[in-house]
Structures are given as C-alpha cells and as structure tokens.
C-alpha cells in the first residue's frame, strides 16, 4: 500500500485539509519507516548477493564448493520472505510466497535444483535492484523532509546560527521569514508524494521478483487440478468396485447357486420345483443385466455416442424434475466435441441437475450450452439455472481425499483449462457458470462414432 493524498474518505472533509495533513498520517511515516530499513538491511544485503556470486564463480570447478553455492542461491528465499513480511508489517502490502521447492532425490539433481532455484535468484536480483531505488528515496525522502521542517521553523532560530551558515540577512524579516516558511510548507506537503513514489516503484519490485510467477502458479494450478483428478477418478472406481462386489455379483452367485440346485433336481428326477427355480434365476439375471446397464451409464453414457445434444436432451428427460435443454446449434455444425470434454460436460450437468432437486428443492432446471469467441480460440460456455433455495458455496474437500459436491466440479472443469463460476444467493437463483476449451474431436484424437451417432 502507498500513499495517495488525493484520496480522501467519502468527501468528510476537503481535500486540502487531506494535503495538509498527509505529513502526519501513519501511513506516510511507516512508508519513512520502511525506507529507514530498507536502508539498514541494504548494505548487507548487497554483500550476500557478491559473496553468492563470488562462490559460485569460484568454485565452479569444484563439485563440493557448488553445493555451498547451491546453499547461498536457496538463502536467497530466506531473504525474499524476510522482505515480503517487511512490506506487509509497514505498508500494508501483501505479496504472496513463491511456489515452495521440490524434494529432490539424487547428487546432481539436489545441486541442479539449489544452483538454478530461480526463486532465490530473484531474491538476490531484488536485493540488488533495491539497494539504488532505498538511496535514492532514502535521501530524497530525508531532504524534503528535513528542509521542510527547518524551513517552517526556521524564523525560531535563524537567529542561533553563525554569520556564514545563516541566510543573507535580507530575509530576516517578516516577509523574508514568512516566505521561507511557505516554502518549507510546499516541501512538507509534497514530502508524502515524493516519498510514496519511491516506495510505489519498491512496492513494485517485491511484487515482480519475491512474489510467484504467472507461470509457478499456472503450474501448482495443474499439479493440484491433476491430483484431484487422479483421486476423484480413484473415488470413482472404488466405488464401481464395491457396486460390483456388493450388487451384481452377489447376485450372479445367487443365479449360480439357483441354476446348480435345479441341475441337482433334474439329475435326481425331482422336477417339481426345476420351474420356480429357472423363474427366479431369470429374473435375477435380469436384475443383473439392469445393474451392468446403469453401471455402464455412469462410466460412459450411450448416449454420447450420439453427441452432447441428445446425450443432455436423454439426461432431460431421466430427470426427477423438469429440465429444459438449450444446445447453441453450432456446436453440433461445427463438429464433435472432445471426448473428454463431452464426458465432463454432461456429467457436470447431471450432479448439478441432481443437486438441484436433492438440495436446493427446485422446481425447473434450465440449461444453456452454446459456443463462444475467445480471443480467436473456441470456448464452450455451460450455463445451469435452478429455481431453488439458494445459498450454495464451494466448500473445499476435508481431506478424505474424495472430491464430491461443487468443490469436486470446480476441480473436474480446472482439469481442462476451464473455469467454475457459482452465484447463489439466499433465496435463489442459483447460477452455475462453466467454461471449457471447445477441443473438436477431430483435434483430440480418432473416435468411434456409435450406429446412430452424427458426425
């Protein structure tokens, strides 16, 4: 945070009483207070970043002297977060930490990874670029201030100094002594601009190199999208595993059982109850057959075989509540979808679907999917709109390590590049808004079209 003095609170006062009192506002003199230790820490700072350079320059032909090297590059992060809490304590300015470093296993890639740790060279970069920036504001800041204050009180004791150190004694009189007080008036006044320029282009630096890159978080994204993917897609087969154990194969033993009995009485010339035996068996691998069926479903719908359109019109019309579809006809003109975006498009649909009649207690559904313009490339734009109750959140997972609810399909839309948007407040509407890369079949990969599918 720097100062504005422009900025004064919903109009209470004038401006010009803001500009006067500037100089005395608690942010002005800890923004002074963070160029005082910016100062102190800077000589120092600057010896760690030649004795780093000096050791990794010389012990380059050494493997023992690169690990101590190695040591002084990932001290730097130390150096980085002691800053950032600088800058938090005394302007207000919360920088975020950079990605944390990766264990590594092995010699060399433990010294690659402390010798290239771009992040504790940042660090020393901004512990070099800041020493120049915190004398220049350090000096500028102590001299507006200083001249300012002597130059308001000086008709107090213009009077103390030696002929050779005072002002021509023209201005020892009563304009003479009003002028100088105006002008160190008009320093005092500007001192706060002046200084919060410099702390601005500080501020600045701290941002840029101690806090994390676009393309760390980008990373981190991934890597924590990808894990909830693997764990969801884990959760999933878990469950089609116990589906299996619990239901259909019980009662396949059950068929079995029934079939070897009748066997037995055919054998033994009792037939009296072959019949009711065979009954039960065949409805039971009816019941079976069903159960395989709705298993199949919720891996991969039939229905997508026939494209996203009549897969959500199928879904519609399952539905325990009624939905309306609405599928941008352009989507199926322009080509199949991905594979996978289809899947998780429709699969999304449905919990929210589900979500809304099990929770929110609605009563109309309304789907919108159509494609978008995004900067040149394709974008598939989801829209779900219940009727409900409202007041849903994204409540983050407990640590189970299942994804399930809202949180599970932010993370299952982020695993594609895609973005999850949740407005819901009490009362309703709510409205789920998703957005995905519009990847073509075609791009993704060769895929199976079923007998009644368009292409």
């Not at 023209?170 to 160190?184: E, R, T």
Request: net charge positive; proline share 5%; glycine share 12%.
């Amino acid at each position: 945070m720097t100062l504005d003095p422009r900025a004064p609170r919903s109009g209470q006062r004038p401006r010009w009483t803001h500009l006067l009192g500037a100089p005395s506002s608690s942010v002005t003199w800890r923004s002074y207070g963070y160029l005082w230790f910016m100062l102190l820490l800077g000589p120092f700072a600057l010896a760690y970043v030649l004795v780093t350079v000096a050791v990794t320059a010389g012990a380059a032909v050494t493997v023992v002297g690169l690990f101590a090297a190695g040591g002084l590059v990932v001290g730097g992060r130390w150096w980085g977060a002691g800053y950032r809490r600088l800058a938090g304590a005394l302007l207000d300015a919360r920088v975020a930490a950079p990605v944390p470093r990766r264990a590594r296993t092995g010699f060399w890639p433990r010294l690659g990874g402390a010798l290239g740790d771009p992040v504790g060279w940042r660090a020393l970069l901004f512990m070099l670029a800041a020493l120049p920036v915190t004398l220049a504001g350090f000096v500028v800041s102590t001299a507006c201030l200083v001249l300012g204050l002597g130059g308001v009180t000086y008709w107090t004791w213009f009077w103390s100094l030696p002929p050779d150190l005072a002002m021509d004694s023209s201005w020892h009189n009563v304009a003479g002594l009003a002028l100088v007080a105006l002008g160190g008036l008009v320093l005092l006044v500007l001192w706060p601009w002046v200084q919060s320029g410099f702390v601005a282009l500080l501020g600045l630096l701290t941002r840029a190199l101690l806090g994390p890159t676009a393309t760390s978080l980008r990373v981190a994204e991934l890597e924590r999208s990808r894990a909830g993917t693997v764990e969801d897609a884990d959760a999933r087969l878990r469950r089609i595993e116990r589906d299996l154990h619990d239901g259909t194969q019980a009662r396949l033993v059950a068929v079995g059982m029934q079939l070897g009995e009748a066997r037995e009485q055919l054998v033994s010339g009792a037939t009296d109850t072959v019949g009711e035996l065979l009954e039960v068996a065949h409805a039971s691998t009816k019941d079976a057959l069903a159960e395989l069926r709705e298993l199949a479903r919720g891996i991969h719908p039939p229905a997508l075989d026939s494209g996203l359109a009549v897969a959500l019109e199928t879904l519609a019309a399952r539905a325990p509540l009624p939905v309306t579809v609405d599928v941008d006809p352009e989507l199926e003109a322009g080509g199949r979808l991905a594979p996978a975006t289809e899947s998780i498009v429709y699969f999304s649909i449905a919990e929210l679907v589900t979500n809304a009649a099990k929770h929110a207690r609605a009563s109309r559904v309304h789907v919108r999917v159509e494609a978008v313009a995004d900067g040149g490339s394709g974008v598939l734009r989801v829209r779900v709109r219940d009727d409900g109750a409202g007041g849903a959140r994204v409540v983050a997972p407990d640590g189970s390590g299942l994804r399930s609810g809202l949180a599970g399909l932010a993370e299952r839309i982020g695993s594609v590049d895609g973005t999850f948007d949740l407005a819901s407040p009490v009362g309703g509407p709510t409205v789920v808004t998703m957005t995905l890369p519009a990847v073509r079949a075609g791009t993704a990969g060769a895929r199976r079209t079923g007998t009644g599918g368009r292409a």
